[in-house]
């Protein structure tokens, strides 16, 4: 009899003490699993929104101040020009891109002597091998407005915008509806984008009813170049 | 004899727990080294992306001199291994007279993979530079002159009596490819004296700013003089050991004796003010931020830029291209001799003023 109730005291103590070990490592592991979809949406944030703003000018591609979201040019690919007709209406270009250039979607920024301009891409075939030389890239034949001559290199881009809305980075490309990044990870109403005039900055504070901390937050800052140089220059 | 089942509950349960336990201890490690990889993946990625910025910057700074690269040509212009593991490699394109594009290269040793970045360059080159602006006096307020004073463009594509005949016949097949019949208006040249004279210069805004040379602003060009003077200058040839003296600032090099150590030297001469150049011979570029003026027998080969005004007097000369922000004044016998060849050696000789620039924010990442 004695002995019975020893070993039920003692199963009992042992299974509630394992049934608070295994609540508490559920708990931990949820906040762990969390804590790991944060970080890899912060990362994605600050490489994605790194190399957009690394592949533009503040002023010229993307204005501030503004606070809500990051309104840009968006580029894709590039090109050397490797020849032209119709008076620049027409160019050849051996084109490099992430994605191929879209005449629905796409402009192109055009490197002349004279600084660069801005065309519209009306047309898009492949084109002869106009390079003399080996540039890599494919070869292609691009309608532009307006005329642009003596183009050296084209830069082709798209409009789009980056917000935190629905506690997730989205990218919005032109009048399109907004594409999530990142898993739904950041609390919707603190979370923001503000764009100054030396540095864009990311607000991004983790969302408290998914599992993260209400102290959890990141700041991401990204200064422009001029910016950095004179930082580091003390100007 | 009954044999008596005894049922080990509290065994199977902890064994149970163990179980759980280790599932969910080998799932942190999982999460761990996820997160382990994905941050190394970036450390690798941001550093082959140094090594390329790194090659763009390296390749930027050695390629001077950009006559090596004729156009089109698309050569690599250097590899390096950057410790501890990564590396680089460079590649060059010139797109025009003055446009360069380089191409860089980051990877590491051990893993694949590559970043690319993409640079585009400016450096100043003296044909383009000439043809871009080709008038001999070009001024912010009309130019004043005395009876006797002038501007002589009947000269302009010959070489300067005291130089010899292969100074600037390199030039020449760039200049013709540039004007296919010919100097732009050379005939007009010689009937009007006032057809070489442009006054449409901008007046630089509040600050006297020198005028520009291609994408070299008031700045730019200070920065890369050889020699700063200022006040009253006499320049004349100075040799030290049979060799050139260029620390001297008033030896700017010796224009009319072909044999003198200095006769190849065209320094990049600095007036932070005004500048009296009283007699006195010199040449290459001179850059004076305040007010110029020429006297006596002044005798200059090159370039002048001057952010004030421009006086000459006396039997002063300037043989080459001069470009004022202000006024210019001319007397009876001071003279202005249209120089191309004189103006683009100037241009050549200034090394400083030729390394890439990077053409404002043309750099970017390649990702394709």
């Known amino acids: 009899m004695v002995e019975t109730l020893v070993s039920l005291l003692l199963g009992f103590a042992v299974l509630s003490f394992g049934w608070g070990a295994l609540a508490h490592q559920r708990t931990v592991a949820s906040r762990l699993s969390f804590e790991m979809d944060l970080l890899s949406a912060r990362r994605l944030a600050a490489v994605v929104i790194g190399k957009e703003l690394r592949s533009g000018v503040r002023g010229r591609d993307w204005t501030g101040p503004a606070l809500g979201g990051l309104s840009l040019r968006a580029f894709r690919g590039w090109g050397p020009v490797c020849g032209s007709a119709s008076e620049g209406r027409r160019i050849v270009v051996a084109y490099h891109g992430e994605r191929a250039a879209n005449p629905v979607k796409d402009s192109v920024l055009v490197l002349t002597d004279e600084g660069w301009l801005r065309a519209d891409l009306t047309r898009r075939t492949p084109g002869p091998p106009a390079c003399e030389i080996d540039l890599g890239g494919n070869s292609e034949l691009w309608t532009i407005d307006p005329p642009i001559s003596g183009a050296l290199l084209a830069r082709v881009f798209e409009r789009g915008s980056y917000h935190v809305s629905g506690g997730a980075l989205r990218y919005r490309r032109g009048r399109g509806g907004r594409q999530p990044l990142t898993m739904d990870v950041f609390d919707h109403d603190r979370s923001n984008i503000e764009v100054r005039m030396d540095r864009v900055i990311f607000h991004l504070f983790a969302d408290g009813m998914s599992g993260g901390a209400d102290t959890s937050s990141a700041v991401l800052q990204f200064w422009t170049p001029r910016t950095v140089e004179c930082r580091l220059k003390n100007c | 004899m009954l044999a008596v089942r005894r049922k080990g509950y509290v065994l199977v349960g902890v064994l149970l727990i163990l179980l759980a336990v ?253 500048l009296v150049v009283n007699g006195g011979r010199g040449q290459g570029i001179l850059l004076i931020t305040g007010d110029a003026t020429f006297r006596s027998a002044a005798h200059f080969y090159g370039l002048v830029l001057v952010a004030g005004d421009l006086e000459m007097t006396g039997e002063s000369v300037i043989e080459g291209l001069v470009r004022v922000r202000g006024s210019v004044f001319l007397g009876a016998r001071s003279r202005i001799v249209g120089s191309a060849c004189a103006a683009m050696s100037a241009l050549d000789a200034a090394e400083r003023l030729r390394e890439l620039v990077p053409i404002p924010q043309s750099a970017w990442p390649d990702t394709h």
Not at chain 2, 91 to 117: H, K, N, W, Y
Not at chain 2, 127 to 146: F, H, K, N, T
Not at chain 2, 181 to 202: V, W
Not at chain 2, 244 to 254: F, H, I, R, Y
């Open chain 2, 22 to 274: 280790t599932g969910v201890a080998h799932s942190l490690l999982v999460m761990t080294r996820s997160e382990f990889f994905a941050s190394r993946a970036r450390w690798d990625r941001l550093t082959r992306r140094l090594a390329a910025e790194m090659g763009l910057k390296v390749a930027s700074r050695t390629l001077t001199g950009t006559d090596s690269l004729s156009w089109g040509e698309w050569v690599p212009s250097g590899s390096a291994a950057v410790p501890p593991r990564a590396r680089y490699e460079t590649r060059v394109v010139r797109l025009s007279r003055e446009v360069f594009l380089i191409l860089a290269e980051g990877s590491l040793e051990t893993e694949p993979g590559r970043d690319r970045q993409v640079g585009i360059f400016w450096a100043m080159d003296p044909v383009a530079r000439y043809a871009d602006a080709w008038a001999i006096l070009e001024s912010g307020r009309p130019a004043q002159m005395d009876a006797g004073g002038a501007v002589d463009p009947t000269r302009l594509r010959d070489t300067p009596a005291p130089w010899p005949e292969t100074s600037c016949s390199r030039f020449s097949p760039d200049l013709d490819t540039l004007f296919h019949s010919g100097l732009p208006r050379q005939g007009e040249l010689h009937e009007d004296p006032r057809a070489g004279i442009r006054e449409t210069m901008g007046s630089g805004g509040r600050e006297p700013l020198l005028p520009s040379l291609g994408l070299l602003g008031h700045d730019a060009l200070i920065k890369g003089s050889d020699l700063h003077v200022s006040g009253s200058v006499s320049p004349g040839p100075v040799q030290r050991l049979g060799r050139c003296a260029t620390s001297s600032p008033s030896n700017w090099g010796a224009p009319l004796d072909a044999a003198h150590p200095c006769a190849e030297y065209k320094p990049v001469v600095t007036s932070e003010g005004s």
